[in-house]
């Protein structure tokens, strides 16, 4: 059976080790805007973001050091989630429904760590692993609908692809196109016109997107002073991680924060500096 360190192992390779194209994640980007730019990530304040996750963990995983830099920096931050992930556990004794109320309770626990409420939470309630399967229409139509809403300065989502359609595993397709295709469709109010006539909902153009989870990053926010809140909101997805997994066991959170942080001194001693990556896109 694996041990805590696995989960320690994959999360410092996701931060030190290389990307899915080879590239050092550590490595300067070609041709990146100055970190002491005003309108750099980091130094946003008072804006509204809007961030798509198809299950509870991936907005932590992916960008949990972006996300806890943004709200400390005084900007609004939801967090939409497509499904309730009731189906990602090996343990026999596990159901569905009681799966589904521990990661619930697991994403809460993670954005209260990155300072983020839970009303500020939006759970679409699909089925984990059956997205793809959701109706596009009805679906680009909710996310369409909670842009309208929100208008938000950013929308943060896994990436699409930009010349071509990126891999993912199922879920994670349909939420990088679906929210993709509902920027166009909440620019041109006949798309949906109920939401004009139904709740005076207005058009609404995103003006740029931060894709994760990105085969072509373009982008990087320095997280370093942000990290431990990272790690300490990853490991509160306990039920993700073994031996939690094949047995569910709910006081493992400690375990995996120790045996991470002691990678991230190691590292610390000799790069001291962290990073999350997007592809950026500005609205055409």
Request: charged residues 25%.
């Amino acid at each position: 059976m694996r041990t805590y360190a696995v989960f320690a192992t994959f999360f410092m390779a996701s931060l030190v080790g290389v990307s899915a194209v080879g590239q050092p994640i550590m490595a300067p980007l070609a041709g990146k805007d100055e970190v002491g730019a005003p309108d750099r990530v980091e130094n946003w304040q008072g804006k509204t973001i809007l961030v798509f996750a198809p299950h509870p963990d991936d907005d932590t995983f992916s960008m949990g050091g972006t996300l806890a830099r943004l709200v400390t920096n005084g900007n609004k931050v939801v967090v939409v989630i497509y499904t309730n992930d009731n189906r990602g556990s090996k343990d026999l004794e596990m159901s569905r429904e009681r799966l589904a109320q521990i990661r619930r309770a697991e994403e809460e626990a993670a954005c209260l760590i990155l300072g983020i409420s839970k009303e500020s939470i939006v759970w679409l309630g699909y089925e984990d692993g059956d997205l793809e399967y959701a109706d596009p229409q009805r679906l680009r139509g909710e996310v369409c609908r909670l842009i309208k809403i929100h208008r938000p300065d950013a929308v943060f989502c896994p990436d699409p692809g930009s010349k071509w359609q990126q891999w993912h595993k199922t879920d994670h397709r349909m939420s990088a196109s679906i929210t993709k295709d509902a920027f166009i469709a909440a620019e041109w109010h006949l798309y949906y016109p109920q939401h004009l006539l139904d709740e005076g909902l207005k058009p609404y153009a995103v003006p740029v997107a931060y894709y994760y989870y990105s085969q072509e990053p373009n982008y990087e926010v320095d997280i370093t002073d942000f990290i431990n809140k990272k790690v300490k909101a990853s490991a509160a997805h306990v039920s993700q991680f073994e031996p939690a997994t094949t047995k569910y066991t709910p006081d493992m959170a400690d375990a995996v924060f120790q045996e991470i942080d002691k990678g991230l001194k190691a590292y610390h001693a000799a790069e001291n500096r962290f990073v999350e990556r997007f592809r950026r896109e500005e609205a055409p």
